[in-house]
Nanobody
Framework: EVQLVESGGGLVQAGGSLRLSCVASGFRFDDYAMSWFRQAPGQEREAVSAISTSPKTIYYAGSVKGRFTISRDNAKNTVYLQMRNLKPEDTAAYYC??????????????????WGQGTQVTVSS
């Protein structure tokens, strides 16, 4: 059974930091690019960051570039999202996703094969 389990969300004040983790099982983690998406209430799911299998290729949405860092540990089947200088507009449910192939279309949710259930991040002003 394929599973992606996110953790690390919570309530933090603006300017604070959080590190999200996503542990994968049930598929060959090394073969999949991994991404983080987020969705705020009433809004569409938004791509935040992605990392290739190697991980030589990394993408960030403009709204988080310079504040968020994505990384992966293939030995632990885990992808991370370090979030710094959080802002109230970062408040959302954060989801990790796995794609067998990834390119410049990394922002398209339809490209992903597997999804986690999400972890809530709330940033207070």
């Amino acid at each position: 059974e394929v599973q992606l389990v996110e953790s690390g969300g919570g309530l933090v004040q603006a300017g604070g930091s959080l590190r999200l983790s996503c542990v994968a099982s049930g598929f060959r983690f090394d073969d999949y690019a991994m991404s983080w998406f987020r969705q705020a209430p009433g809004q569409e799911r938004e791509a935040v960051s992605a990392i290739s299998t190697s991980p030589k290729t990394i993408y960030y949405a403009g709204s988080v570039k310079g504040r968020f860092t994505i990384s992966r540990d293939n030995a632990k089947n885990t992808v991370y999202l370090q979030m710094r200088n959080l802002k109230p507009e970062d408040t959302a449910a954060y989801y990790c996703a796995a794609a067998f192939t990834m390119g410049n279309d990394w922002t398209y949710a339809s490209r992903y094969n597997y999804w986690g259930q999400g972890t809530q991040v709330t940033v207070s002003s």
